[in-house]
């Protein structure tokens, strides 16, 4: 079946970085588009960045645009995503998904599959 495993997930200061990735099996992972979103208490899943099956296109919310990259190694079937400049507000679990689509969606209902998530704290 389907898998996707978060990693890279932890405690940083505002300013630090961290880079997440996503080891997903069970899928022709070069067929499906990647995204990254996250949720932070009582708050609902939110779109964070988006790459294409090709690694084109990568998409990104306005909140993380500069900050944040998503890339993706088919070879291995990863994909991550490094957080520079983290600010308290980034605090969230944040989730792997993937979608068998040419153009992938922010709305969280599009996506097939998700991760169990990794927890990201951000301290001020």
């Known amino acids: 079946q389907v898998q996707l495993v978060e990693s890279g997930g932890g405690m940083v200061q505002a300013g630090g970085s961290l880079r997440l990735s996503c080891a997903a099996s069970?899928?022709?992972?070069?067929?499906?588009?990647m995204g990254w979103f996250r949720q932070a208490p009582g708050k609902e899943r939110e779109f964070v960045a988006t790459?294409?099956?090709?690694?084109?296109?990568?998409n990104y919310a306005d909140s993380v645009k500069g900050r944040f990259t998503i890339y993706r190694d088919n070879s291995n079937n990863r994909v991550h995503l490094q957080m520079n400049s983290l600010k308290p507000e980034d605090t969230g679990v944040y989730y792997c998904?993937?979608?068998?689509?040419?153009?992938?969606?922010?709305?969280?209902?599009?996506?097939?599959?998700w991760g169990q998530g990794t927890q990201v704290t951000v301290s001020s």
């Open positions: 998904g993937a979608a068998r689509t040419l153009f992938p969606s922010r709305a969280v209902t599009e996506w097939e599959y």
């Open positions: 790459i294409k099956w090709n690694g084109g296109s990568p």
């Open positions: 069970g899928l022709t992972f070069s067929r499906y588009a």
